[in-house]
């Protein structure tokens, strides 16, 4: 059998897969700490061989033309690409931009990584920083204390669109065509927790790595993008943690045999032989404690925003049974005051007309000595959780509550203050809180750029 001659296409598809490969095997060399990363997206020829590199967490996308052509004419810029792609999904970016604007999400993500990359200081990857750069990323670190993709989106927010069309094409690298429409969906959430998981083993070799290498300042700030990312959860899908399995009221149709009730009733008079269920079991939530901090340094309108979206995403999605019990505590240094709410017309009613009281500085200690105080007096006999919001500069107790805690911070670009080893932690966005409050996107459209226009490595 004569053997295939290849054609030009093929040729340009081998060669463009082996370019990539020989990419990925530099960067392997350069950033040990990233193998389990780097082996996470497998390489894929996009169907349109003049397309850049795209990713959807799963594969990494990418035209041969342009990787035949940026090869050729300024291979630093293909390695820095591919990293650029591949720190989207260690960040966890295309899956945490909740209700926000898609085109000043991509752009903030867009810069995140950019800052990362210009400050890891890595050989392969150096190029000139330009003047625009320059100013934003000191803007950045004066107004952000973390660089993360949350606290520029909100510092990018005021900027006109000719602005930002300029910051967009400065640092635009990948395109983004294939990040989930809808970051919520199941899938696109699956995703985003395998990311998680490699984040986290991303984030022990970066420490390890870090330590041997005396802790360089490339590392660091990466490692810190990471915790960031680790610890953003979507509110809604955190609630289901405090959630238990129990039977309720139901009457399921579903379960009903008309056939078999009715025979019943013709041979044995008013005796049916199988009833309809009526119960079913539910997971939601029963007895639940809420603590407000509410010393001098928590905001009154962040904290009202965490209560009202609490109450939405339980009264919404069903998360209470019929009759619940849930303890709301204002505590700054002392417990300033305690309310049960027992329904949703508690709820609103509460929401309507809350004083916060305190004021003080922040102790931990005395709102949980008064949930063990609560608990003994019956007051709180299923208690599955306690939401604790706070900025988290307090004391907390010697020992460990009887039941899962979990420490809400709100973002505020600098990592989250450490916690128990027995706490959860969870940090929520402003956006995430003040979604009905948040002002209108600004009219930014995203664009595919060429990189042959863009600024050289």
Not at 286 to 305: N, Y
Not at 334 to 346: I, N
């Amino acid at each position: 059998m004569p053997g295939h001659t290849q054609t030009q296409a093929e040729w340009e598809q081998a060669m463009a897969r082996r370019a990539m490969e020989l990419t990925r095997s530099e960067l392997y060399l350069q950033m040990r700490y990233m193998n389990a990363a780097l082996g996470a997206l497998a390489l894929q020829p996009d169907p349109d061989p003049g397309r850049g590199l795209a990713t959807d967490g799963a594969t990494l996308v990418y035209g041969a033309d342009w990787v035949l052509r940026i090869y050729r004419a300024n291979r630093p810029y293909l390695a820095r690409a591919y990293l650029h792609s591949l720190l989207h999904c260690v960040f966890r970016h295309p899956w945490l931009r909740d209700r926000r604007s898609q085109a000043l999400w991509g752009l903030a993500c867009d810069i995140a990584v950019e800052d990362t990359l210009d400050h890891l200081d890595l050989p392969g990857l150096r190029r000139p920083v330009g003047w625009l750069r320059q100013q934003l990323y000191a803007e950045i670190r004066t107004r952000c204390r973390l660089p993360a993709a949350g606290p520029i989106f909100r510092l990018l927010e005021g900027r006109d669109t000719a602005e930002l069309q300029k910051l967009q094409q400065e640092f635009y690298c990948d395109s983004h065509r294939l990040w989930p429409a809808d970051p919520q969906s199941p899938a696109a959430q699956m995703m985003g927790r395998q990311w998680e998981q490699l984040g986290r083993q991303t984030q022990l070799s970066m420490q390890q790595a870090g330590r041997q290498a005396g802790e360089t300042s490339g590392v660091q700030a990466l490692t810190a993008q990471v915790e960031a990312a680790r610890s953003r959860r979507t509110y809604r899908d955190f609630l289901r943690r405090f959630t238990v399995l129990r039977e309720e009221p139901h009457l399921d149709l579903d379960e009903f045999d008309l056939g078999t009730y009715t025979y019943g009733l013709r041979t044995y008079g008013n005796l049916p032989l199988i009833e309809p269920l009526e119960t079913r079991e539910s997971r939601k939530i029963r007895d639940l404690v809420i603590v407000i901090d509410t010393s001098e340094s928590t905001a009154g309108r962040l904290v009202r925003a965490f209560l009202r979206e609490t109450f939405r995403l339980l009264r919404t999605s069903g998360g209470f049974f019929d009759r619940c019990n849930v303890a709301v505590l204002q505590c700054d240094d002392a417990v300033r005051d305690v309310t049960f709410l027992h329904g949703a017309q508690d709820w609103e009613r509460y929401a309507a007309a809350l004083t916060l009281q305190g004021g003080g500085g922040t102790d931990f200690r005395p709102a949980f000595a008064r949930i063990e105080a609560l608990q003994a007096e019956g007051r709180l006999r299923d208690l599955q959780g306690i939401l604790y919001f706070t900025d988290g500069k307090g004391t907390f107790p010697a020992r460990p509550p009887g039941c899962q805690t979990a420490f809400l911070f709100v973002e505020d670009g600098a990592p989250a203050p450490p916690t128990p080893p027995w706490a959860i932690r969870l940090i929520l966005s402003p956006e995430e809180l003040e979604q009905d409050e948040a002002p209108a996107p600004p009219a930014l459209d995203w664009q595919e750029w060429d990189p042959r226009d863009l600024p050289e490595l």
